[in-house]
């Protein structure tokens, strides 16, 4: 994707100097990665181990993160409000469900449960 659209988009729209700021994911930062971002975005990198170093935590710089833990924070008070509003038999129906799921799985001594429909 990198070298097949966003090089070339960049030199289109005559953006060959812009500088990429690569996510400090370990999965992000291997290898052939950090090569291929080399090649495309020489001496232009920010990254830990980069030609500029990530800042942490910059709003400035990484405003997906930022919003990310808006959202995260916004979605946790809801969700801990959903949690508050189940019913207890709601709560116990799903205990009795999954004893009768354990139990099914004991008297088929733990074999695959494939003619089994799970209600929720």
């Known amino acids: 994707m990198i070298r097949n659209f966003l090089a070339p988009e960049m030199e289109e729209q005559g953006l060959e100097d812009m500088w990429f700021q690569q996510d ?4 992000q930062t291997a290898r052939s ?8 975005f020489p001496r232009r990198l920010i990254l830990r ?9 910059s709003p400035d710089l990484t405003a997906p993160d930022f919003s990310t833990g808006f ?3 916004k979605l946790y008070v809801n969700i ?3 949690i508050g509003e189940i019913q207890p038999q709601i709560l116990q129906n ?3 469900n999954a004893l009768k799921r354990a139990e099914i799985c004991i008297g088929n ?4 449960l494939a003619d089994i429909i799970f209600k929720s």
């Open 33 to 40: 990665t950090i090569k291929l971002l080399n090649d495309v």
């Open 109 to 112: 001594r733990g074999h695959h």
């Open 71 to 73: 959202l995260k924070s």
């Open 80 to 82: 801990r409000h959903e």
């Open 94 to 96: 799903v205990i009795k």
């Open 49 to 57: 181990s980069g030609d500029l170093a990530s800042p942490a935590r």
């Open 24 to 27: 400090v994911a370990t999965a």
